[in-house]
């Protein structure tokens, strides 16, 4: 039987241009630099030394900063035969995102792929959590533009994640509702993890979670 790999993580990079106060890896992003990044073909190099692989999560930093991402994903989705495909991001970089997508979605026909866009609160309580003016509304048309692309193809799946933590703790219900209702999209929440840049942000009580 050939080996799989259930399971693997990517970061194709720290950088990141939203500010969150929940987030565990603040103090990398703080210090990235674009010079220190793995080039495309160390990427490909590691791609060609694993088996095949079930799930390829990537996070970061924001990974639609780098220009060279639908390359290193191709290049996983291809030689490796990835069933799954996860895509963590921001929202705030449309043209970036939708580009990707596109890209992903016709040149990798055997993987699906799984885009989830932040929103960790709504309107402007968003934008506060995650440092970034106008945040919200930047993801919502990502979204937007996401879910009149996925029209065109079944495997493209679309989702909306949240961090919980203590700025969000009271209203996680109202945006459940608003991504459920308004949105018509799968909402998952994940649970702070990590030493966050808003050392607070860990003050929630586990019972409401």
Same mark, same amino acid.
């Given at each position: 039987?050939?080996?799989?790999?259930?399971?693997?993580?990517?970061?194709?990079?720290?950088?990141? @241009?939203?500010?969150?106060?929940? +987030?565990? @890896?603040?103090?990398?992003?703080?210090?990235?630099? #674009? =010079?220190?990044?793995?080039?495309?073909?160390?990427?490909?190099?590691?791609?060609?030394?694993?088996? =095949?692989?079930?799930?390829?999560?990537?996070?970061?930093?924001?990974?639609?900063?780098?220009?060279?991402?639908?390359?290193?994903?191709?290049?996983? +989705?291809?030689?490796?035969?990835?069933?799954?495909?996860?895509?963590?991001? @921001?929202?705030?970089?449309?043209?970036?995102?939708? %580009?990707?997508?596109?890209?992903?979605?016709?040149?990798?026909?055997?993987?699906?792929?799984?885009?989830?866009?932040?929103?960790?609160?709504?309107?402007?309580?968003?934008?506060?959590?995650?440092? #970034?003016?106008? +945040?919200?509304?930047?993801?919502?048309?990502?979204?937007?533009?996401?879910?009149?692309?996925?029209?065109?193809?079944?495997?493209?799946?679309?989702?909306?994640?949240?961090?919980?933590?203590?700025?969000?703790?009271?209203?996680?219900?109202?945006?459940? =509702?608003?991504?459920?209702? =308004?949105?018509?999209?799968? %909402?998952?929440?994940?649970?702070?993890?990590? @030493?966050?840049?808003?050392?607070?942000?860990?003050?929630?009580?586990?019972?409401?979670?």
């Amino acid at each position: 039987m050939t080996k799989r790999l259930s399971l693997v993580l990517l970061h194709p990079t720290d950088r990141c @241009n939203a500010a969150c106060l929940h +987030c565990y @890896n603040w103090e990398d992003i703080e210090k990235s630099n #674009q =010079k220190d990044e793995l080039s495309l073909e160390e990427f490909r190099f590691i791609s060609n030394n694993l088996p =095949k692989i079930d799930m390829l999560n990537i996070t970061g930093g924001e990974p639609a900063l780098r220009s060279d991402l639908n390359s290193i994903l191709r290049q996983f +989705c291809i030689h490796n035969e990835v069933k799954a495909l996860v895509v963590n991001t @921001n929202g705030i970089n449309t043209k970036e995102i939708i %580009h990707l997508t596109q890209d992903m979605l016709t040149r990798c026909r055997r993987t699906i792929i799984y885009l989830l866009v932040s929103l960790d609160d709504l309107g402007e309580a968003h934008d506060k959590i995650r440092g #970034q003016q106008g +945040c919200f509304k930047r993801a919502l048309e990502t979204i937007m533009a996401l879910k009149e692309m996925n029209k065109g193809y079944s495997n493209l799946k679309l989702g909306v994640t949240s961090t919980y933590s203590k700025y969000n703790e009271a209203t996680i219900p109202s945006t459940h =509702k608003f991504i459920k209702s =308004k949105l018509g999209l799968y %909402h998952y929440v994940n649970l702070i993890i990590g @030493n966050p840049r808003a050392q607070e942000a860990r003050e929630i009580d586990l019972r409401n979670f």
